[in-house]
């Protein structure tokens, strides 16, 4: 283990957030179980938001940044953990009040891992990231809600971007007919690609929603919320249902009790900071059978530690297409 290694850390003084690279020691990480030795991270919206303090993500100052890790275990004094373990970790507080991924170890609760699925290389788990193993909690929500492919077809908001691409991938293999929505209509040849059957400009969903439109999709899979997310529920099937997890667009819902009363569809909220060990075990099992790996170039470009804090605007922005993967 090296006494002194790389970490991007994110400083508040007098209201003013800075971001900075700095040399730490094992001895400045936070309490925790299992130190890991992090071999790649990722770029997420919400590292957008952290890097950039456009949003107040976290919650306690210095902290590392990065959401996501994948490493292998250096020490551990956890029951289900031993040194060279191969090992997985997004949410539960990194970045906000746990000391994140951007590092090369990591102290954190052994509880908190999730072994690498055989399936995955650290650098394919990461590919997949916060926002892929989120689109897999959308596409297990939607499942659960009675969307089968018979049913009709998805619609997937913000389809270029991480949580959208991986649906995408994720829902074709499943054998649904999948609508991708997009403002880069220049990405087709990439979203059919993934297995989208049909694209649609993202303006047609963006647009003041009115209580009820035509029926046009099964299920959905949204990270973009505001006036998206209430076109796309007012757009739903009898009986249909929209998996929610992001806010790309705004916090707000427009909407009405309309869709809800007369059409029976359903909103089905996603988290996946907080979401029970069960459930996470399960969406990356699901994520080994059901994503074809071989997409996953596509979908990543990797950037190392020191890169960053330039891609955070581009994120925020919309101009990332896909993953970016993190190698520290
Ligand atoms: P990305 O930036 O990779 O993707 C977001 C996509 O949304 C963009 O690529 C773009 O797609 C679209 N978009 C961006 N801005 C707008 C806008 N103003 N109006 C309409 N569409 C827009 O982010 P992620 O995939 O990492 O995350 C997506 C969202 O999901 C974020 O809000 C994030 O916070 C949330 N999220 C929530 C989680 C949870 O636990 N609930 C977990 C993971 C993510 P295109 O160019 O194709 O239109």
């Not at 650290?122 to 089968?148: H, N, Q, R, S």
């Not at 403002?183 to 059919?192: A, D, P, V």
Request: proline share 5%.
């Amino acid at each position: 283990m090296k006494d002194r290694f790389k970490a991007v850390m994110v400083r508040k003084d007098a209201d003013k957030q800075t971001v900075e690279d700095v040399e730490i020691g094992l001895n400045d990480l936070m309490d925790g179980d299992v130190v890991v030795a992090v071999s790649h991270s990722t770029v997420n919206y919400k590292d957008g938001l952290v890097l950039t303090g456009r949003a107040p993500v976290v919650r306690k100052f210095p902290m590392i940044a990065g959401i996501d890790l994948a490493g292998t275990v250096e020490t551990s004094s956890h029951p289900q953990f031993k040194p060279g373990d191969k090992v997985i970790l997004n949410g539960y507080g990194l970045s906000e009040t746990h000391f994140g991924g951007y590092a090369e170890y990591a102290r954190v609760k052994g509880d908190w891992l999730v072994p690498l699925p055989q399936a995955f290389t650290p650098a394919e788990a990461m590919a997949i990231g916060t926002a892929g193993y989120t689109a897999m909690l959308c596409v297990l929500a939607l499942e659960d809600a009675g969307v089968t492919p018979d049913k009709g077809s998805i619609v997937v908001t913000g389809a270029a971007g991480g949580v959208g691409s991986v649906a995408i991938s994720l829902l074709a293999k499943l054998g649904y007919q999948v609508t991708a929505s997009t403002g880069r209509t220049e990405e087709e040849g990439y979203l059919k690609g993934l297995g989208a059957t049909e694209i649609i400009p993202r303006t047609e969903l963006s647009g003041d929603p009115r209580p009820l439109a035509k029926e046009r999709w099964a299920g959905g899979v949204d990270s973009v919320g505001s006036k998206t997310l209430a076109n796309v529920i007012a757009s739903l099937r009898y009986g249909g249902a929209v998996a929610a997890c992001g806010l790309a667009a705004g916090m707000d819902l427009p909407t009405s009790v309309a869709p809800f009363i007369l059409r029976n569809v359903s909103l089905l909220g996603v988290d996946s900071v907080q979401m029970p060990k069960p459930r996470r075990l399960q969406a990356w099992e699901r994520l080994a059978r059901d994503l074809d790996v071989s997409k996953l170039a596509a979908i990543t470009q990797t950037i190392p530690l020191s890169g960053v804090r330039k891609v955070a605007d581009d994120i925020l922005a919309g101009r990332v297409r896909g993953r970016l993967v993190v190698q520290i």
